[in-house]
């Protein structure tokens, strides 16, 4: 019996957590069996989607600020009609190459409303195959609120419309899609929670730090880096610091961070050992993203969470929130963080014992592949049902 094949589409715009989840998912699927082939549509990231993975590139198109206004192309200049038509015909011509028993489409409709031009379009493409893939949305647990009037209602239409399945990435038992998307009873015969997509347990660090400092992608870090370089030198030298800026961060920034870096401080761009890295710290401070508490959340240790906030996102605020309410972290707020009071937190946090974490899913990527492979067999089981 030949593989099943999956068309799994996923476009990260400023950060790279979309497609780092993605990728988590798209190996564990590929370990189950399935035939992957990755479209991504962001600036390339070294590492990602990762080795044996058939991937389509197109076009890159990135965030055109902080608040996700906008589109630009990898040059920074606005993306054009011409460019978007483009990059639609691309797409549209790898599906179809691609004959796919399941398409997978990240985020959208909750999110990515700014590729609708191109998403649109591929989901009638779909509709339109003979026979007809399993279409599934990929979301993660927390939704961004605070949405526009309509936005809700439109989603639930798309989801009824073209959808099959809703794969939530979360536990059920830490955050329900309800709680950040009040229309999610409407289409509850579609949702499926996977639990959360962390990493496997990681092997023993070569290396141990005090304090790892980590920045996501790095497209937003510069900040974050800087504060903590400053709350370096005010803190007791014999602390070892780790401090990872991202691959997103310009070249020229990284240069002089690493000029300004204390005795103490070691700075680096990546690390492929990040997971181990964490579970042999004793704090970790960083930005409160999906992927960096999923990696948190295995590697059980103490945690500053400083969420991001820029162009109104909640997402990070309510995670790091939760995870606060459960004993499982600290929360400094991002506006007018300064280098002292963040000495002051990772000096509180230090002297805080190792949280107990409690039992969550974290098995979220592997369950993908699981609840994937039985809906195919559901399907193929209806035609001799009705006979």
């Not at 460019?83 to 179809?96: C, D, G, M, S, T």
């Not at 970790?284 to 590697?299: E, F, K, M």
């Not at 820029?310 to 300064?338: D, F, H, K, N, Y």
């Amino acid at each position: 019996m030949s593989k099943r094949r999956v068309f799994f589409y996923v476009q990260h715009l400023l950060g790279i957590g979309h497609l780092a989840r993605a990728s988590r998912i798209a190996k564990a699927l590929s370990a189950d069996g399935f035939d992957v082939t990755m479209v991504t549509g962001g600036a390339p990231v070294p590492g990602f989607p990762g080795e044996g993975l058939a991937t389509i590139a197109l076009p890159t198109v990135t965030a055109g600020d902080k608040g996700f206004s906008g589109l630009s192309d990898a040059d920074g200049h606005p993306v054009t009609d011409a460019f978007k038509q483009h990059r639609r015909n691309l797409l549209i011509e790898a599906l179809h190459a691609s004959k796919p028993d399941v398409v997978i489409i990240e985020a959208f409709p909750f999110g990515r409303r700014q590729m609708r031009f191109e998403l649109l379009p591929l989901l009638d493409a779909i509709a339109a195959m003979e026979p007809r893939p399993l279409v599934a949305t990929s979301l993660r647990d927390i939704l961004q609120e605070r949405v526009k009037p309509g936005r809700a209602e439109e989603t639930v239409d798309l989801v009824k419309a073209h959808f099959d399945l809703v794969l939530v990435h979360g536990d059920p038992a830490f955050a329900r899609l309800e709680e950040t998307f009040p229309l999610a009873g409407e289409i509850a015969e579609k949702i499926a929670y996977t639990g959360l997509v962390a990493p496997p347990p990681p092997a023993e660090a070569n290396e141990k730090f005090d304090i790892l400092v980590s920045a996501g992608g790095g497209a937003v870090g510069k900040d974050l880096i800087s504060t903590a370089l400053g709350a370096a030198t005010m803190l007791p030298k014999a602390l070892r610091w780790c401090i990872v800026t991202g691959p997103n961060l310009p070249q020229d920034d990284f240069d002089a961070l690493a000029a300004a870096a204390p005795d103490g401080v070691s700075l680096f761009r990546f690390r492929q050992d990040f997971a181990s890295l964490l579970a042999g710290a004793r704090l970790s401070v960083s930005q409160a993203g999906y992927n960096t508490v999923c990696d948190i959340l295995r590697a059980g240790c103490g945690s500053l969470l400083i969420p991001f906030t820029a162009g109104g996102e909640t997402e990070q605020s309510t995670r790091a929130t939760r995870l606060e309410r459960l004993g499982l972290a600290g929360v400094l707020p991002e506006e007018g963080i300064t280098s002292d009071r963040l000495a002051r937190d990772i000096e509180a946090m230090l002297v805080r014992p190792k949280p107990e974490i409690p039992p969550l899913d974290l098995a979220g990527a592997a369950s993908t592949a699981a609840i994937l492979r039985e809906h195919l067999q559901q399907r193929e089981v209806k035609p001799s049902r009705s006979a």
